[in-house]
């Protein structure tokens, strides 16, 4: 019977292929198509558009399967990511990001507009100057004003938006609508939930400052992957989830989705068992990143049970391991279940493809490291 993932057994275990080279991050291509389709799916039956984040994977190759399943265009964090996905093809793309417009940014940002459908997110009047400054000459540049729901990050008080949409308009921007994004809501699943409705309520309230200025909103984006199936209706438009296509350990212990629909693991080898009670892997902090803890460990070994990756240094990963449970040996391969996907994709150059439990491709990560 084939395997429904490369490294689900009949127990669930996440395994990777013997012989990989590690340390490596390895993508289920079948988990992603289903986690992409699902979110896809779920979104468009409420009416919404989806504008995936592509921070998370950074790759051409899965922003495209993202729009094979129906997605309207994509969501960028910075103005490289966006140059890089413009270059490879992709044509509507929202910087969601109070960009300063300032520097080579400007030209850059001058570039993009000229050659794609581009839209960008501001929340000041002062980065409302600069971006109109980078466009001027050129048609008008489309701008979303950000707005807070809670998250206090970025993005001002939904009742301001009506009067900063007035000010950008006058510099010559063309104000689709706002934007918002509730970072609040992946602490727990009862924060989950109050985000979502923060989500619409306080769009809601930007819209009605909107429309108090004179402005008819095309565009009220909001989504995050914790928060998109909840925050589906209007007056949201679009949705801008990125995790979903790999989830994580995270988003397990959220209740967002099962260990099965993890897309994206680590594979590791053992490289030394010489003292007791642990094993040594291959990955440190620069291939895993530093979120987790020492009380929380830095990643999930699901093959060795009661296993605990407790401490990392630049290239060796601490897996501490019962006694009652037999050690792994030099040489082993394991799969480990991130904390959060997102800063690992950005530490590798490649995902090692698997599909039915074989290394079938290499993809590069092509917006890894795109700061800027
Ligand atoms: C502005 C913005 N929109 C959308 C997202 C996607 O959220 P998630 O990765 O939780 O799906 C993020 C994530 O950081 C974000 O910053």
């Known amino acids: 019977m084939p395997q429904r993932t490369a490294w689900e057994t009949e127990v669930g ?3 990777v292929p013997e012989g990989i080279e590690t340390p490596a991050v390895c993508l289920d ?41 129906g997605a ?6 910075t103005v490289g990511e966006a140059e890089v996905f413009a270059n490879g093809g992709f044509d509507d793309i929202f910087i969601a990001y109070p960009v300063w417009a300032g520097g080579s940014r400007g030209k850059r940002i001058r570039d993009l507009h000229e050659r794609v459908s581009l839209r960008v997110g501001f929340d000041s009047i002062d980065g409302a100057e600069q971006l109109a400054r980078a466009a001027r000459g050129a048609r008008p540049l489309n701008v979303l004003v950000e707005i807070d729901c809670g998250a206090r990050r970025s993005g001002v008080p939904p009742s301001e938006a009506g009067p900063l949409a007035v000010a950008a308009a006058r510099l010559g921007l ?10 609040h809501g992946d602490r727990s699943p009862e924060a989950r939930l109050a985000a979502a409705n923060d989500e619409v309520t306080e769009l809601a309230r930007a819209v009605e400052s909107l429309r108090r200025a004179g402005f008819v909103e095309e565009e009220v984006s909001g989504g995050s992957t914790p928060t998109a199936l909840l925050s589906a209706r209007r007056p949201v438009t679009e949705s801008r989830p990125g995790e979903y296509v790999f989830y994580d350990q995270n988003k397990v212990a959220l209740g967002i989705c099962q260990l099965e629909d993890v897309a994206l693991v680590v594979a590791t080898t053992v490289v030394s068992t ?12 620069k291939a895993l990143g530093r979120e987790g803890s020492p009380d929380r460990g830095y990643g999930h ?36 279940v991130p904390n959060h996907a997102c800063p690992i994709v950005n530490l590798f150059d490649e995902y090692t493809v698997l599909q039915d439990g074989r290394e079938v491709d290499r993809w590069p990560i092509d917006a890894r490291g795109r700061q800027r």
Do not use: C, W
């Not at 063309?174 to 970072?183: Q, S």
């Not at 007791?276 to 902090?285: A, C, R």
């Open 301 to 336: 070994v699901p093959a060795v049970p009661g296993s605990f990756l407790r401490l990392l240094n630049e290239h060796h990963g601490y897996l501490t391991v019962p006694d009652e449970v037999t050690r792994p040996r030099v040489g082993d391969v394991l799969a480990i």
């Open 13 to 15: 275990i996440p395994r």
């Open 29 to 69: 291509l079948a988990v992603v198509l289903a986690n992409v389709r699902r979110m896809q799916q779920a979104l468009s039956a409420q009416g919404l558009r989806v504008r995936p984040h592509v921070k998370t994977h950074k790759s051409l190759r899965i922003g495209r399967l993202q729009i094979d399943a």
């Open 174 to 183: 063309r104000v689709l609508g706002v934007f918002t994004y509730a970072g």
């Open 274 to 285: 010489a003292v007791p009670g642990q094993v040594i892997l291959d990955v440190g902090t």
């Open 72 to 77: 309207q265009g994509i969501t960028a964090a």
